[in-house]
């Protein structure tokens, strides 16, 4: 995102927050020096508020106009020690001019004593004011992150939502279950059991951030144990996982598995298989859904459902994980490759 100079320097919020710090400083600078001076404490004061001011907003504008360029971390700490120190005396110079102005003071802001006094003064309130929007920024920046990592998973969970409880699903869900209930009524309760604690799971996903792979596949395997009832023969799966301690955002696999079979499965008169396997390729962890059916349509690769998914992915894991459709003659693969330190 380009960087805007004058929405973040002319922020109210930091303005007014570097207004109080110029005035705290201005009263204990003329606390600090009252008794070396003639004049009264008030006008005293309005000197130290002056001055305070001018060197604080020109520390502050020169470390705005610093973000503008892109550098690394060692390199904007020395930058920032540097523009701090070029903006003391900066500020200290028009200071005096306005200082000199107003009241007729001609102040030697060049003197050894005021020059050493001013710039020890600016350069501790500069760093510490630097450090604190530092740190203020980076905790906004990640709230911005936390808010948009929830709406893209909330768009992702109302998708996911939609697919399963759609009144297609749930009728024959249902028909399913009312069908076994005389003949196989262990089974009926079976797959009852597995809808509840599928469409528990997906209400409760908008509310977490990451959760258990091994957590994920439970509520795939529920689905895919449902959708076997449903498609009889016509429908096979299977499972595998060589990964250990890993969490991922919830639904994320769940919705390749849904859109494999909807997609996929469904539209094949013949039926097919789904494959999900997840593992580590070239210290990568790979997660992967095949399904032999019919090849995915081609206005699905614009479609909302992969978009929310690819934003979700690329927020939450900050462009370190990346999502292909590749087709076969056997079928479709959707592939996530999330890097090893991708979080």
Known sequence: MKYNF??????????GILLLVNLVISILITILIEQSHQIGKFRLFQIDWIFSNCIGFSIYFSLHLLDIVKLSNWLKIVSAFIA?????????????????YIYGYQISFFKSANLTFFLSISLIFGISAYGLFTLLGKIHARKIQWLEEKQARTNAELISLRTRINPHFLFNTLNSISGLIHTFPKKA??????????????LSAADISEIDLNHEIEAIQDYLEIEKIRFGERLDFSISNEVNNFNLPPLLLLTLVENAIKHGISTAVEGG????????????TVLSVFNTGSSLPKKYETGFGLKALTQLLNIH???????????????????????????
């Not at 309760?189 to 997906?202: A, C, G, H, P, V």
């Not at 003659?329 to 592939?335: Q, R, V």
């Open 6 to 15: 004058f929405k973040n320097a002319f922020e109210p919020k930091k303005l």
């Open 273 to 284: 298989r789904v494959e999900l396997k997840i593992g580590n390729k070239a210290g990568n």
């Open 189 to 202: 309760d079976n797959m009852l059991q597995q809808l509840s604690e599928l469409l528990r799971y997906t």
């Open 84 to 100: 701090i120190l070029l903006a003391s005396i900066w500020g200290g110079v028009l200071g005096t001019r306005i200082i000199s």
């Open 317 to 343: 894991y900050q462009g370190k994980a990346s999502f292909r459709l590749i087709p076969f003659e056997t079928g479709t693969l959707a592939e996530i490759v999330i890097k090893q330190d991708g979080k």
